[in-house]
């Protein structure tokens, strides 16, 4: 049982355009990150999210953690090919359990 | 400072054999983290440590073991390898324990396994 899914699973788009990855559950949880991953590396933290409806901003890119804690989004506005990557969220329920990782979104931008 | 290095960075091995991945980390972190990464299947925790002689069991332990002597190395062993075993292994650190949500891992830049 997958507890964080993500959507799209793929996304291929043009420099300039503007995108939204979800990341679901029906769990609650206490805090979510976001890591991107390049190929044959490993993920790389973005941000952390840990308050209902928290947004937070990272140059182009928006992180938004639900009310509810269920679910988070990120939005990149203007998308660039240096975004490329595998976007993957990460959920965390306390210091008695370890991070839950969502399916990842790959993304492609193409110049 | 080098983080986190892991090695051998691919590796084919025959069913049956045996390997160890290696992970070292020069950032002094207590907490350490095995993970397996299928595609489409994000990363699954294999096992984990809290510091030097400290382990436990993640997620997917089966097939896999692991110790840790020093705080900087965490080694993970495959005993008997079977094609179910094939994946991109990646070891992480962090300097607070993962879950919290006030930790930052760390992550190494992968071992690709193939088990023929």
């Known amino acids: 049982t997958q507890l964080l899914e993500q959507s799209p699973q793929f996304l291929s788009i043009q420099e300039g355009e503007n995108l939204t990855v979800y990341c679901n559950s029906s769990s609650v949880f206490s805090s979510l990150q976001w890591y991107r991953q390049e190929p044959g590396e490993g993920p790389v933290l973005l941000v952390t999210?840990?308050?209902?409806?928290e947004v937070k901003k990272l140059k182009r890119l928006t992180f938004q953690f639900g009310d509810a804690r269920k679910d988070s989004s990120l939005h990149i506005t203007a998308a660039q090919p240096g975004d490329t990557g595998l976007y993957l969220c990460a959920g965390g329920r306390g210091n008695t359990d370890k991070l839950i990782f969502g399916t990842g979104t790959r993304l492609q931008v193409f110049p | 400072n080098a983080g986190v290095t892991q090695t051998p960075k691919f590796r084919i091995l025959k069913i049956g054999q045996s390997m160890t991945l290696q992970c070292t980390q020069d950032m002094n972190h207590n907490y350490m983290y095995w993970y397996r990464q299928d595609p489409g299947m994000g990363l699954k925790l294999i096992y984990y440590?809290?510091?030097?002689?400290?382990?436990d069991k993640g997620e997917v332990p089966n097939g896999y073991n692991v110790s840790r002597s020093t705080t900087e190395d965490f080694p993970l062993r495959l005993e008997l390898a079977a094609p179910s075993q094939t994946s991109v292994y990646f070891c992480a650190s962090s300097y607070s324990i993962s879950g919290t949500g006030f930790e930052k891992l760390f992550f190494g830049s992968g071992t690709q396994l193939s088990v023929l």
């Open positions: 999210v840990v308050t209902g409806g």
């Open positions: 440590s809290v510091g030097a002689g400290i382990t």
